[in-house]
């Protein structure tokens, strides 16, 4: 504001008043500089006489701008307005870069839901997450708009352990059932027993989920959190942020060394397909970009620096692709089956009353397919999936292929696990990114967590200490060993 | 506390419709209850934030289970509130026979009030029949009463659909299923034939599998106005 209020030619402050006169001066270009002022705070856009459209550029500016109009961004956008301290308190702008979320890892997502972490953290987000999405439609609700129907699929995991993972396995079901899971331990006899189209070799013990945990439309949620938003009067915006204007601060710490803290006070925010762009002033940053959340952070100065310092950290999140196929197999398992992972990292799940059923496999880091496009690889599965697939359910020995499709992972090489909390040094950028393939079903939760942060200033519901940057630099690996 | 007492009056006139006093229960039949004239010791669960916490008292003695046994299935009452919501006084004197059968048709009864049937360990006839707020997420909860339920009956909810219906696997002892008038499921025939086959012992009951069938070309009445067949 001052700045511009500057350029504007006017060399007195308000607040000097002319010597020896009393009383009403007619001072003009003061008089002119609020006008301009009032008409600025008036109507949005660059230009203080708007003499083209400015309609489809973000504001002046915002308090908080979140990077990232995925499930991440969407539920801190949520959470910020819910626990706002007054309404209308705070100014939220939300920036993604494609609106049609052909990209979005939320959008492509299986949509799964399951509390079998072996993280208490972890447990807890997912717990949360399931109590908002089972009283979504209070939550989310919008006058006049119809009730959300999430197709939620109540039917739990089923997680198979080899030998060697069976011990850890049961130490976190334990854990697990501490933390409120409903979880329970099956041997390969009970296994069979229940689900007799599972071949239990090489399984030493399973733990299935039954309560809160199943899958359920990630695109729902999506549409439904958005819809919420912007009832709630989050700005939306189409633009990709393309830099950040920081100012800095040097600070001594304890140890008389020099630390130099940035703050970001403005975003630039560019149009689609031109070289237009809107410096957005902001207070403080939210950068839940997903899978190019590390881009996001190199803007902002995170990682530049020698290695092995706090400068030198980067954000190790990185886009990994996965595949999900969907074939149809008419004597597979029937409609009480759950989302089975099996032993080999592969898993699939039933998809509707035809007999469809979706499923895939992480690869290992060897076979990692590039990141740079989202074709997908048809002979994986055929070299990589379908023999675990057939050794696990015989009556998979006979599918067909009928679709498939790939997205992203925000993969956090570090531990596989979210980063959630304020950068140390860059202070006003918080991160809600880096969840590797769980980010969807912890959304609610991880949301909440990063609005009580910037609001209260401290995690109240859940708390993510363990989840903050500084683990990076620290080494503090809080490894998330359940994953798919 | 506010809530529970508004709602008992709310609920009250629908009462008064079926139910008949504790001392007119000498011919009566239920006309929601199961089809077979059973007539067993029920516990209206009219509010499930109010009367359950009486059922939070029922403890099982052995004795009473044989006695119980004995007279099973014959010409017990059904136990019902007057239309304050109150239990008559000899209600309490049963404080520990096991509870059989539950009727929570037309019940405000949630996904929360559902843990309160864990306690009951011999249930084994529970009637959801109508309930607006009992949806997929609470048919998840109904598998600690998997070693003694027996019959089921969720006609007519609203809002389960067949996603659900695939919780209802962990009922193994399940010989009775009633799972018509589901409006959300979307294919009905086809969901009967798939919770049959999961549940094999169970008698499933309630869909037309003719519904949602159209008569094959040869069967279309023929229509002369048309040229062309539809």
Redesign the interface.
Known sequence: MLPRVLSLGVRRGRFTRRPGRGGFSLDWEEKLSEIKKKIQSALPGTSLLPLYDSSHLPPDHADVVIIGGGVLGLSAAYWLKKLEKQRGALRVLVVERDLTYSQASSALSLGGIHQQFSLPENIQLSLFSASFLRNINEHLAVVDAPPLDLQFNPLGYLWLASEKDAAAMENNVKMQRQEGAKVCLMSPDQLRNKFPWINTEGVALASYGMEDEGWFDPWCLLQGLRRKVQSMGVVFCQGEVTRFVSSSSRMMTQNKKEVKLKRIYEVHVKMDNSLEYQPVECSIVINAAGAWSAQVAALAGIGKGPPDTLQGTKLPVEPRKRYVYVWHCPQGPGLESPLVADTSGTYFRREGLGSNYLGGRSPTEEEEPDPGNLEVDHDFFQDKVWPHLAQRVPAFETLKVQNAWAGYYDYNTFDQNGVVGPHPLVVNMFFATGFSGHGLQQAPGVGRAVAEMIVEGRFQTINLDSFLFSRFYLGEKIQEDIII | MAAPWRSLRLVAPIWNRSTRGIHHLGGAVDPESNQKKRRTMLQYLSDYFYDVESLRGYFLQNEMVKVHQKNRFRDKEWIRPDKYGHFPQEFWNFSEVPVEAVDASDCAIN?EGLENLYLLKELQSLSLQRCPHVD??C???L?PLADSLQELSLAGCPRI???????L??LQNLRWLDISDLPSV??PG??QI??E??LPNCNVVGLNLAEGLKLGPEEQPRDTDRPVPA
Do not use: A, K, P
């Open positions: 996904y997929d997420w048919l998840s909860r598998y659909s067949e996603r659900g219906l695939g919780c696997y962990h979307s294919n086809l969901t798939l919770v086959e999961m």
